[in-house]
């Protein structure tokens, strides 16, 4: 099963200036076959994008808020701790 799901920013706090870059990345500690990844903001179903990280160029107002990834194998899914993003 997958499992070990965590979420890490650059910049490392989570607070971005407005129009500024934020690159979220998600790593798993285990899980075997191949892993597809998920992003989501808040409780919103559809993911935000997919692949082990999410890049936001020009971040804006309306993109603060908790992020999370969800991985799967097919088999199993895990999720990592929301990570809360801020929009200075």
């Known amino acids: 099963p997958v499992s070990g799901v965590s979420l890490w920013a ?3 706090s989570g607070q971005v200036v ?7 990345s998600c790593m798993v500690v285990t899980g075997t076959g191949p892993l597809s990844f998920t992003w989501h903001r808040g409780g919103s179903g559809a993911p935000l994008g997919t692949g082990p990280h999410l890049e936001l160029r020009h971040v804006g ?9 969800r991985v799967s194998n097919g088999d199993s899914v895990a ?3 929301p990570l809360n993003v801020t929009v200075l």
């Open 10 to 12: 650059e910049p490392p």
């Open 18 to 24: 407005l129009g500024d870059h934020l690159v979220l």
């Open 61 to 69: 107002d309306n993109d603060s808020g908790h992020y999370h990834c």
């Open 79 to 81: 999720e990592s701790v």
